[in-house]
């Protein structure tokens, strides 16, 4: 990603997700970090809402996707926020989405966390 950045850092969500049974009955915290890519110049001269991605927006997708129906993998959930992102916020040329999931149920492990981050550029990846 080159230029200007729009940050959202550690949206916490409850979600049913995973491959497990357990997992899914249960449910687990899900931590999620977007970046846009986007040219901050008029807004910056504007101030005005109209003329940037609002962040309400965007922590809504990453809300509505982890808390919403059940996957298995956590690629789908960041996969499923990069498309509600482009399909809602004009303007941005890149996103990133990282998804981390805490509390893994490897058996036996000593993990912090497993994540997966993607980068999508609208333009091409959802034309």
Not at 40 to 54: E, I, K, M, W
Not at 116 to 122: A, D, G, H, L, T
């Amino acid at each position: 990603m080159r230029g200007d950045r729009i940050r959202l850092e550690g949206m916490i969500f409850y979600g049913m997700h995973g491959v497990d049974a357990a997992e899914k009955e249960l449910g687990q915290r899900f931590i999620v970090d977007v970046e846009l890519e986007r040219d901050l110049r008029r807004p910056g001269r504007t101030d005005s809402l109209h003329d940037t991605v609002n962040y309400s927006q965007v922590y809504h997708i990453a809300r509505r996707v982890l808390e919403g129906p059940s996957k298995n993998l956590i690629e789908a959930l960041a996969e499923e926020i990069a498309r509600g992102i482009a399909e809602s916020c004009a303007g941005v040329e890149a996103i990133r989405v990282r998804v981390r999931k805490p509390e893994v149920p490897i058996k036996g492990s000593v993990l912090s966390a497993a994540t997966v981050e993607i980068e999508r550029y609208p333009r091409i990846d959802y034309p």
